[in-house]
């Protein structure tokens, strides 16, 4: 190192590791992370399993975006088995006896091919297999890089979802992350819900796990917010719009919010815009008319930038079962939009303080929701309560957290040689 004092070494060049960009939390999160790295003068390799997703056009300027390539089933089934010989057993289930492999770990010899030839200062993951096959191609290729993970959701409660149980590849993973993970040099949560759920029913023992909260607020967001909504429901304030947002699956729950907002519906004129595809798309739609509010309800699909019916909306709300840090709701907030969420395993209580800033409701209860919502929609709180809450998470702030501990994780390394 030339004499350099470990603590005035950084990463300079940081790897950056998704399974794809398909319109999801994580995704956005760490485009949002890449944009500050980049503007503090960081090199950054986006590296990606698949060249896919809906934030594909915002990766950006100056960042490498870099496609790993799939090895054929049973060549990558034998180099994880050969890479990873200590977690044999482990390994059966999930990846080895698996009848379809997750696709990141098809891309376990590309990844450590771009290790070697990249060289990259630190790799940061987001997503458990996207995070495994980090570790794995490190500990394969023979490098020294740090590699930081970061874990999104409860995972203990994902991984027993009734959606996600009967699959092997979520069945088995908390073994495999409760062997694997420690290895990483950190493992980055995104609320200390998420990193509880780790320490304690996953089991993982790590002495560096810590929550860091998610890259959300910015001028960018708030310049989203202010876009044109051509929308004829949000024409005017004469009848309140009730706003929900997410992929239409299981894990949101949407047809509790549906049932809930029936509820809102006999008491009052109001009506219902749901952003997000997803497989439950028909569920939900013979569910409206089972309900008889489907002329009060839209399910317009994914919407590039839902902001700006956030900005205009009456209320927003969050349905979901189980969640991570759930950057819906402080899209809300730094929208000025009165939210009212379910008290569900992961961050949405600590994002609301308790209820400081938005009502709480147990899980799958569409009575409690559906007075939630009433009761905001009578009396809403102050946006710029709503607004104060949501610089907490900025994406300033997140990104110099996150770029700390890089830097720590590189002078670690470092300090080893």
């Keep these: 190192m030339g004499g350099t004092l470990s603590s005035d070494i950084r990463a300079a060049r940081i790897a950056v590791l998704l399974p794809?960009?398909?319109?999801?939390g994580?995704?956005?999160?760490?485009?949002?992370?890449?944009?500050?790295?980049?503007?503090?003068?960081?090199?950054?390799?986006?590296?990606?399993?698949?060249?896919?997703?809906?934030?594909?056009?915002?990766?950006?300027?100056?960042?490498?975006?870099?496609?790993?390539?799939?090895?054929?089933?049973?060549?990558?089934?034998?180099?994880?088995?050969?890479?990873?010989i200590r977690d044999l057993f482990a390994l059966l289930r999930p990846v080895l006896l698996a009848s379809k492999i997750p696709p990141e770990i098809a891309r376990l010899r590309s990844l450590q091919q771009y290790i070697k030839k990249g060289r990259p200062d630190v790799i940061l993951s987001a997503l458990p297999y996207a995070n495994l096959v980090a570790i794995w191609a490190k500990q394969m290729s023979g490098s020294d890089v740090p590699v930081i993970v970061s874990e999104r959701i409860a995972l203990s409660t994902y991984c027993n979802a009734p959606s996600n149980s009967r699959k092997w590849r979520w069945r088995y993973l908390p073994e495999l992350v409760r062997r694997t993970y420690p290895r990483a040099d950190t493992v980055v949560a995104v609320s200390t819900h998420v990193a509880e759920d780790l320490t304690t029913a996953v089991g993982l023992n790590h002495p560096s796990v810590i929550a860091l909260y998610n890259p959300v607020v910015d001028d960018a967001l708030r310049a989203s917010a202010q876009q044109t909504l051509e929308h004829t429901w949000f024409a005017s304030d004469a009848v309140p719009v009730i706003l929900g947002v997410g992929r239409l699956t299981e894990q949101k729950d949407f047809s509790t919010l549906m049932r809930a907002f029936a509820g809102v519906r006999a008491k009052r004129a109001a009506r219902l815009v749901i952003l997000g595809e997803g497989n439950l798309r028909e569920d939900l739609e013979d569910l409206a008319r089972k309900l008889g509010i489907q002329a009060d309800v839209e399910m317009p699909g994914f919407v590039a930038n839902p902001l700006q019916?956030?900005?205009?909306?009456?209320?927003?709300?969050?349905?979901?079962?189980?969640?991570?840090?759930?950057?819906?709701?402080?899209?809300?907030?730094?929208?000025?939009?009165?939210?009212?969420?379910?008290?569900?395993?992961?961050?949405?209580?600590?994002?609301?303080?308790?209820?400081?800033?938005?009502?709480?409701?147990?899980?799958?209860?569409?009575?409690?929701?559906?007075?939630?919502?009433?009761?905001?929609?009578d009396n809403p709180t102050a946006s710029e309560l709503l607004l104060q809450r949501a610089e907490d998470f900025s994406v300033e702030r997140a990104a110099n957290n996150y770029?700390?501990?890089?830097?720590?994780?590189?002078?670690?390394?470092?300090?080893?040689?």
């Design 309 to 377: 019916y956030m900005a205009r909306a009456s209320v927003m709300v969050l349905s979901s079962e189980y969640e991570g840090l759930p950057g819906v709701l402080i899209q809300a907030l730094a929208c000025g939009c009165p939210v009212v969420s379910t008290d569900c395993p992961g961050g949405s209580a600590e994002i609301l303080v308790d209820g400081k800033y938005g009502a709480l409701v147990d899980v799958g209860d569409a009575d409690a929701m559906a007075q939630a919502v009433l009761a905001e929609l």
């Design 26 to 84: 994580a995704e956005r999160s760490m485009l949002n992370l890449v944009k500050v790295f980049l503007a503090q003068g960081r090199t950054v390799d986006l590296v990606l399993c698949r060249a896919k997703g809906a934030y594909l056009s915002e990766v950006p300027d100056g960042a490498t975006l870099i496609v790993l390539e799939a090895t054929g089933g049973l060549r990558t089934r034998l180099i994880a088995a050969l890479g990873n």
């Design 403 to 417: 770029l700390a501990v890089l830097d720590a994780a590189v002078a670690r390394a470092a300090d080893r040689q």
């Design 20 to 24: 794809s960009l398909e319109g999801g």
